[in-house]
């Protein structure tokens, strides 16, 4: 069975950086897509970044983009996701999510398999 674990949550002011690692378990995902969600209270979970299976393609939200960075290290089964430039509007529980054969980058959640259970970032402003 796939386990999925964040970690690197916390508390930030707004300006600051954060790193978010998943830890992946039960099988390799060296190959298959993975991708960083994220929910706000009262918010519906909306997409964050997404990676190919080995890595050479990535992707993300415009609300992101230039300030977060989604990397994996298939060696170690982890994927990560350095965020930088923090914002309030960056607060929220952040997942990680693999599929479970699909090998490109996918923005919708229905191409994930697998679910972390998610770490909480807290931004103040």
């Known amino acids: 069975q796939v386990q999925l674990v964040e970690s690197g949550g916390g508390l930030v002011q707004a300006g600051g950086s954060l790193r978010l690692s998943c830890a992946a378990s039960?099988?390799?995902?060296?190959?298959?897509?993975m991708g960083w969600f994220r929910q706000a209270p009262g918010k519906e979970r909306e997409f964050v970044a997404a990676?190919?299976?080995?890595?050479?393609?990535?992707y993300y939200a415009d609300s992101v983009k230039g300030r977060f960075t989604i990397s994996r290290d298939n060696a170690k089964n982890m994927l990560y996701l350095q965020m930088n430039s923090l914002k309030s509007e960056d607060t929220a529980v952040y997942y990680c999510?693999?599929?479970?054969?699909?090998?490109?980058?996918?923005?919708?959640?229905?191409?994930?398999?697998?679910w972390g259970q998610g770490t909480q970032v807290t931004v103040s402003s």
């Open positions: 999510a693999a599929s479970k054969t699909l090998r490109g980058y996918y923005y919708t959640e229905d191409k994930y398999d697998y």
């Open positions: 039960g099988r390799t995902l060296s190959t298959v897509a």
């Open positions: 990676i190919n299976g080995i890595g050479s393609i990535t």
